[in-house]
Every structure is written in C-alpha cells, then in structure tokens.
C-alpha cells in the first residue's frame, strides 16, 4: 500500500518546515503499517493555474498526478494563513478538479477507494476551518475520508511560536496524527477488500 503526503507549505526547500515536521509523525505511523509513504512539496514545483491534468509548457503538475494515482492513502498537508488553507493548497485543489473527469478502467472515478486526510500547522486558530475545507474538497473529487482522518497543531489566535519551535499541544497532536494514521489504512484496506463500484452499476 502506497500513501501520499502533498505538502503545501509556503517554504521551498531546503527551508524547515513546520506542516511537513506534523505530517512526517502520520508518515511515521503509516511506515510502521507497512505503507510505502512518498513527500511531494508542492510550492517545489511549477504548477501552473488551471484545472487540467497537464497544462504544458513545463507544468510539472503530471508528475503529481500520476503519484495520487499510485497511492492509496493521500495526506494534504497545510499551514494555516488568515484562518484558511494556503495558496498552494488553494492551487493543489484546483488542479485536482480535474480528476472529476477521469474513470478507471471500470468507469469509477480515479479517486475511488482511496482515502484521504488533513495535517494542519499554524500559530493562529482556524485549523477545524482548514480541515473542513480540504476534506470538503476531496470528498467531491471522489476521496472516501473516514472518520478523524486528521491532526493539527496550534497555539491559539495571535502571533507566537511555531511548531517546530515549541513543545506545547505536541503530544496531543501526535497521539492524533497516529490516530489518524491508523484509521486511513484500515478504511483503505476495506476499500482494498471491497472496492466500490461505479456510481449507478448494478
């Protein structure tokens, strides 16, 4: 099994980042699963605006595409900024859409029997607005989200510390990262056993 963690983080490598410090605590569990867990950070990447699968001249959005379509298990990762997702997940999202259009070779949406969850970080509230609005989203797209499929980690409205910066609200976050973790793999393994059908097949 094979998960995906997009990290939309604002920072381009090689630039610690806080979400990919909370994301790596799920990978970590998802590892110890037995899950094969691959990083994508994205504001890495040129992905051009739009909503299509390759917008050409250089657009490396394919190279993403063809990974959450190799992976069971998809994590995005966000900070929060003004109290929603950041830009980059804002475009992430976007360039999914285009996944609305696309059916396996059974005519089941591509995003079908893959499970999806939400890593949040930031040092200002807003984190449960962050997460409704990138699992709304990929529910749309096709994603099953199960239940508590995310964490976060944030110390309240107002400027402070960041997360690599601080110990507090740390063990909470992990315990529910983990928590996170396991009911992404035992939903994907159901959908593995059962896999939904094509929406009106018989």
Request: proline share 6%; glycine share 8%; with cysteine.
């Amino acid at each position: 099994m094979r998960a995906l963690v997009v990290n939309c983080t604002l920072k381009k490598s090689p630039e610690s980042s806080n979400t990919e410090a909370l994301a790596a605590v799920v990978a970590e569990r998802l590892s110890a699963l037995d899950v094969e867990v691959d990083f994508v950070r994205a504001v890495d990447l040129h992905l051009a605006p739009g909503v299509v699968t390759d917008a050409g001249d250089g657009d490396q959005w394919p190279q993403v595409h063809a990974k959450l379509l190799e992976s069971e298990i998809l994590i995005v990762a966000s900070p929060t900024w003004l109290g929603r997702p950041s830009s980059v997940a804002q475009r992430v999202l976007e360039r999914m859409d285009a996944m609305l259009s696309e059916t396996d070779e059974e005519e089941r949406p591509v995003a079908y029997n893959r499970v999806a969850g939400v890593v949040v970080t930031g040092n200002e509230d807003g984190a449960h607005h962050v997460i409704s609005e990138i699992s709304g989203a990929l529910a749309d797209i096709g994603y099953t989200i199960p239940g508590q499929a995310w964490t976060y980690w944030h110390l309240g409205p107002g400027p402070g510390p960041d997360y690599l910066e601080e110990q507090r609200g740390r063990e909470w976050a992990h315990s529910t990262g983990r928590a996170m973790a396991d009911n992404l793999h035992g939903v994907a393994r159901a959908l593995d056993a059962r896999p939904l059908r094509a929406p009106g097949s018989d």
